[in-house]
């Protein structure tokens, strides 16, 4: 079977979108899933929160623009079951050169081929920048699935419907006619306040089949972790944050994952 391929996206930065591709991505190893992390943000938070170093010439940049095999570009996370494709200082060149050739909105997608088929992978997570432009746009006509990190905040939902009409125009303009929006994830939820829990009765409302029962609660030691090159479960496993995430990886199994690992 191919591996599935999932783009982690919302066009507002700060809402927890790099932190669930890489403790998700984690998570799933750790329940034996064989999983890739592609780092398609020219930020690299990805690449840094797992403690891996950002090389030019390294990364994704020359395949996606050439659209080459990417999988000797694969490296260890040096965690079981954990692979990554690190992200580089020159993607952030990639956005202007990539309008000027043919078919560049499906350049990952060819790349990814070999990737999804031939290396035994169950998952691919592709972490996104925040902003909706042509690397971003690759990430959704390469996927299968969309997952949307949404913030527990009243203007998040007005970004989650210009998210949802771009995988309605890449479907109808049949760039990607499979695309479907694969879930919605609450993050930095505060049970405490009145104003998460009616973002989380909206989403409800609007994306009932969509939204993941799991939230993410604001937890320090998420924010703390990536500075020691560490994944939530290596630095507080037992962390409201890390329990969380576990719990997030589990039912996303169960709605993606034939004969999952629990």
């Known amino acids: ?49 797992l403690g891996l170093e950002k090389k030019s010439g390294f990364g994704i940049y020359e395949p996606l623009l ?43 997608r060819s790349s990814l ?5 031939n290396y035994g992978l169950q998952v691919i997570l592709i972490d996104c920048p925040p902003t909706l432009g042509l690397l ?3 990430a959704l ?13 009243y203007l998040a939902m007005e970004g989650l419907g210009q998210i949802t009409g771009v995988v309605e125009k890449l ?15 609450m993050t930095m939820y505060d049970s405490r306040t009145r104003l998460s829990y009616e973002v989380w009765q909206e989403v409800n409302r609007y994306y009932a089949e969509k939204a993941f029962r799991t939230a993410i609660p604001r937890n320090a030691r998420l924010s703390e972790a990536p500075s020691f ?19 997030f990886a589990r039912e996303f199994a169960e709605r993606f994952l034939s004969n999952n690992k629990s």
């Not at 979108?17 to 890489?22: H, I, L, N, S």
């Not at 081929?113 to 088929?117: C, P």
């Not at 006509?141 to 905040?153: G, N």
Request: aromatic share 4%.
């Open 66 to 108: 050439n659209g080459t095999n990417l999988a000797d570009r694969v490296i260890s996370s040096r965690r079981k079951n954990l692979w990554v494709i690190p992200s580089e200082l020159d993607l952030a060149a990639a956005e202007l050169e990539l309008s000027s050739q043919s078919e560049y909105l499906i350049k990952l």
């Open 136 to 138: 971003s746009m690759n």
């Open 1 to 49: 079977m191919p591996a599935v391929t999932f783009a982690i996206a919302n066009q507002k930065g700060g809402v927890g979108k790099t932190t669930t591709t890489v403790s998700l991505g984690h998570a799933l190893a750790l329940m034996g899933v064989p999983t890739l992390i592609v780092d398609m943000d020219p930020q690299a938070n990805a690449t840094s929160c």
């Open 229 to 247: 090159g560490q994944t939530v479960f290596e630095y507080a496993p037992d962390s409201s944050g890390s329990l969380a995430y576990r719990a």
């Open 113 to 117: 081929l070999s990737l999804k088929e």
């Open 171 to 185: 479907k109808q303009a049949e760039v990607n006619p499979s695309l479907d929006l694969g879930g919605i994830v």
């Open 141 to 153: 006509c390469a996927a299968d699935f969309l997952i949307v990190t949404l913030q527990s905040e």
